[in-house]
């Protein structure tokens, strides 16, 4: 048995400064554990929200629920605030919570290894750290998916991805280019539609579009929730439960009669709100709506239909220096292109060089895709977890309550270890495969499956996300299965 460690003994390290590494920096000083270092590659704080900000960016999760249950924030703007808000809130969460101490900036690990039972870490300017643990807080949504087109690099004009937007190029007199459906293209089109000169929106699958309302608070509403908090936790409470019990059961198969609704209403919009029916056409997909990460949007349909505003179907063929080039001749002449093609989402810990026992690699065990054990443990290295990890819920959930779910299930570990119960843990092999093949045979039921082409489906075409409700995950996630793991002592 080992000798039990204090508190200021054990050393963590935080790897980004994102949602979930702002999350951990909190919860580690709030259990008393001061000894940590987080690790951000930019110059700032702030994850997704950091890197996103592009016209017309915006969460589609009310604010009062996408936010961290220890710092409810009584002056949102808007039932969904706009993402400059929300990167704000990021930033003074961590802020009033000390966690600026503790960060190094511009700092980017290159490699980690585990050996003499810690991790030791190397950053890309040479620097050396060590630590007992490591939390991969990457996040998802930060590494630009460049499309494969023809002549790409050729292009003359103002060219970038949405998540490297140049506010510098100018747009107000210009024909700009949006290659892209998902959710961040609606939003861009719903943000410049009428205020530059020609907009054109080229468009590989249409999308579903949930109308979306989005009121925004008075001053007297927000007095009224600075003044009785309460307020915030019920809402925060009503949130949940419509989420919870409505489009986060829809789609992983076990409400039919809210994925029924999802339908109505989106079929709904469209024919309501879409007045060409050629444009209608054009508009309406093939597929089940939810098949694809659903769109919520209140002014996509209005901005298309603009007179300055066209959505362009034909097929790309290549990219010239002056435009794009669709499949019927046509060259669409452009000043700006924008890139709206998503992101690498099979990233988290890569690039960064990670070993693990007995020389073993991440790539090595990733080489096919990435796995983890209920998207915390990887097998072999010891002491590691991640938070919105592979295969995780992401998609049907707010990201913030499940890192915080899987932030208390990895304290509920080092809580042992400090006890002396044993100095390492990993899940064990055949509890990955176990509980992967659970979750591949359950995704069979999800509407991920109907019958579209998704960034949530990975090289097999299996969902890489968590196929069951909200309420399985807090239960699975309640306490570690000591027996899953292999344990050090």
Not at 104 to 133: N, Q, V
Not at 149 to 172: C, N, Q, V, Y
Not at 208 to 222: G, H, V
Request: with cysteine; hydrophobic share 35%; proline share 6%.
């Amino acid at each position: 048995m080992s000798s039990t460690p204090q508190n200021k003994d054990l050393r963590f390290i935080i790897i980004g400064g994102g949602m979930a590494g702002i999350l951990s920096a909190v919860k580690l000083k709030e259990a008393g554990f001061t000894n940590f270092t987080l690790y951000e590659k930019a110059k700032s704080l702030g994850g997704t929200w950091r890197e996103n900000q592009y016209p017309g960016v915006a969460c589609d999760v009310p604010s009062h629920f996408y936010c961290y249950d220890f710092a409810p924030n009584p002056d949102w703007s808007y039932n969904c605030s706009p993402g400059a808000e929300i990167y704000d809130y990021l930033q003074s969460v961590a802020d009033r919570f000390g966690v600026y101490e503790h960060v190094k900036f511009d700092t980017e690990i290159a490699s980690m290894a585990f050996r003499d039972g810690r991790w030791h870490l190397e950053t890309k300017g040479g620097d050396k750290d060590e630590a007992d643990f490591v939390i991969g807080a990457t996040g998802v949504l930060h590494r630009p998916s460049m499309p494969d087109i023809p002549g790409i690099d050729s292009f003359k004009g103002t060219m970038f991805h949405t998540a490297r937007w140049d506010h510098s190029a100018p747009l107000e007199d210009k024909r700009v280019g949006i290659i892209g459906t998902g959710s961040t293209a609606i939003q861009i089109v719903g943000a410049l539609s009428g205020k530059v000169k020609k907009l054109e929106q080229f468009q590989r699958t249409p999308q579903w579009i949930m109308p979306r309302p989005n009121p925004a608070y008075t001053e007297e509403e927000k007095k009224n929730f600075r003044e009785h908090p309460e307020l915030l936790d019920a809402i925060r409470a009503e949130h949940a439960e419509m989420s919870e019990g409505g489009f986060s059961s829809a789609v992983v198969g076990e409400n039919p009669e809210a994925l029924a609704m999802i339908a109505e209403l989106t079929l709904d919009n469209l024919e309501q709100n879409v007045k060409d029916p050629v444009l209608r056409e054009k508009l309406r997909p093939d597929y089940q709506a939810a098949c694809k990460r659903l769109i919520m949007s209140h002014n996509y349909y209005d901005a298309i239909q603009h007179q300055d505003t066209e959505l362009v179907t034909d097929k790309i063929t290549g990219i010239e220096p002056g435009g794009i080039r669709t499949a019927d001749g046509k060259l669409h002449e452009l000043d700006v292109l924008v890139i709206s093609t998503g992101f690498r989402v099979d990233q988290f810990l890569r690039p960064i060089e990670v070993t693990g026992n007995n020389g073993v690699t991440l790539e090595q065990v990733w080489k096919e895709r990435p796995s983890a054990y209920l998207s915390v443990s990887i097998p072999e290295f010891p002491n590691l977890i991640l938070l919105n990890g592979p295969n995780g819920p992401v998609g049907n959930f707010s990201l913030i309550d499940v890192a915080d779910i899987q932030f208390a299930y990895f304290m509920k570990l080092v809580e042992q270890i400090k006890q002396g119960k044993f100095t390492q843990f990993s899940a064990k092999k055949e509890a990955l495969d176990r509980t992967e093949a659970d979750r591949v045979e359950a995704t069979k039921k999800t509407v991920w499956v109907s019958g579209c082409d998704s960034w949530y489906l990975d090289d097999r075409g299996v969902p890489a996300a968590w196929p069951w409700s909200m309420k399985h995950f807090r239960e699975t996630m309640a306490e570690p299965r000591m027996e899953d793991f292999d344990l050090v002592s």
